[in-house]
């Protein structure tokens, strides 16, 4: 079995359910209201595991009910939590969530825990713990300098590295995460990233953006999400564009680490780049089909099945 070793956020989140998303200063009564566990992080864990995949998170969560919860969640999925680092005093992070009839979302995050996820812990890990072969897999919801510690050494160990720069960093940061094999940015994150204004009247050149990224951030291989129009891959050359699925979206939140997590077990089980990303496009529609976000993660058996009709 492939192995994916995930450092990131694990946070509870809050979701209202609202006709449309509100302006500044607007109020809108929602439909519903749910809590459900979260964080890009632990959602990435969650996604590599059902995908496939044996699955280590290192995270931070408060030592409180929201965190106990989270934890206990994560064992029932299979996943190794030995390394999530317990933070006494301190709340368990919370992302307060709004999503509208069109499937379309508006977050904002207190990290609480994720705050103290520090370089230390990292270091404080077993070499064995980072084991040439095995693909790890970062995001940007935990303190910037501890995901540069965790990309440096799981490639020094002869890993498979992966960025997810989710929140987009600044380029003066991309460069400290160099040793990143891969880089997998959305399209917002691609074009603040790049430097390319956010309201050009039309679509950005993907390819041109994707290498001013490898330029910046040395990675081998960028990968750009774009939503329903799947992604576009560039290593040495430009594959794609690779299509998505077409499916009817009921919830976009969790797409990207859907897409993330299948991606990550596909590169561990060796395949390249391009029939990675196609898979995990795959994994991201199957997760915008249903509500929620860990709850919407797809099976490795539903992910093989739509990507076998689509291709």
């Given at each position: ?18 006709p449309s998303l509100p302006a500044p200063g607007q109020t809108v009564l929602g439909r519903s209201f749910a809590t459900t566990p979260g964080g890009k992080g632990a959602n990435q864990a969650v996604a590599a595991r059902r995908a496939g995949a044996e699955v280590a998170l290192i995270t931070a969560v408060g030592d409180d009910p929201l965190g106990r919860e989270a ?215 199957l997760a915008v089909t249903k509500a929620g976000a860990q709850e919407a993660l797809p099976s490795r058996a539903a992910i093989d099945e739509l990507a076998r009709r689509f291709g």
């Amino acid at each position: 079995m492939p192995r994916v070793v995930v450092f990131g956020s694990s946070n509870t989140d809050m979701v209202v359910r609202l006709p449309s998303l509100p302006a500044p200063g607007q109020t809108v009564l929602g439909r519903s209201f749910a809590t459900t566990p979260g964080g890009k992080g632990a959602n990435q864990a969650v996604a590599a595991r059902r995908a496939g995949a044996e699955v280590a998170l290192i995270t931070a969560v408060g030592d409180d009910p929201l965190g106990r919860e989270a934890l206990a969640h994560y064992r029932r999925e299979g996943i190794d939590v030995e390394g999530v680092k317990v933070v006494e005093g301190v709340s368990s992070g919370v992302a307060m969530i709004y999503v509208d009839d069109l499937g379309e979302n508006m977050i904002g995050v207190a990290p609480g825990a994720n705050r103290n996820l520090r370089p230390e812990d990292v270091d404080r890990l077993p070499d064995s713990f980072f084991r040439a072969g095995d693909v790890l897999l970062a995001s940007l919801e935990i303190p910037i300098e501890t995901a540069v510690r965790a990309i440096r050494r799981g490639f020094d160990a002869g890993m498979t590295t992966i960025l997810n720069p989710a929140p987009a960093p600044a380029v003066s940061d991309l460069r400290d995460l160099r040793e990143a094999i891969y880089l997998t940015p959305n399209r917002t994150e691609a074009m603040a990233m790049a430097g390319i204004p956010a309201d050009l009247p039309d679509e950005p050149d993907w390819i041109d953006c994707a290498f001013r990224l490898k330029e910046q951030s040395r990675a081998a291989c960028v990968v750009i999400t774009l939503g329903a129009r799947g992604c576009q891959v560039v290593a040495a050359k430009p594959y794609g564009p690779i299509p998505a699925p077409r499916v009817d979206a009921v919830d976009t939140v969790g797409a990207g680490d859907a897409f993330n997590g299948a991606l990550a077990v596909a590169i561990a089980e060796g395949q390249p780049p391009d029939r990675a990303a196609a898979w995990a496009c795959a994994a991201a529609a199957l997760a915008v089909t249903k509500a929620g976000a860990q709850e919407a993660l797809p099976s490795r058996a539903a992910i093989d099945e739509l990507a076998r009709r689509f291709g």
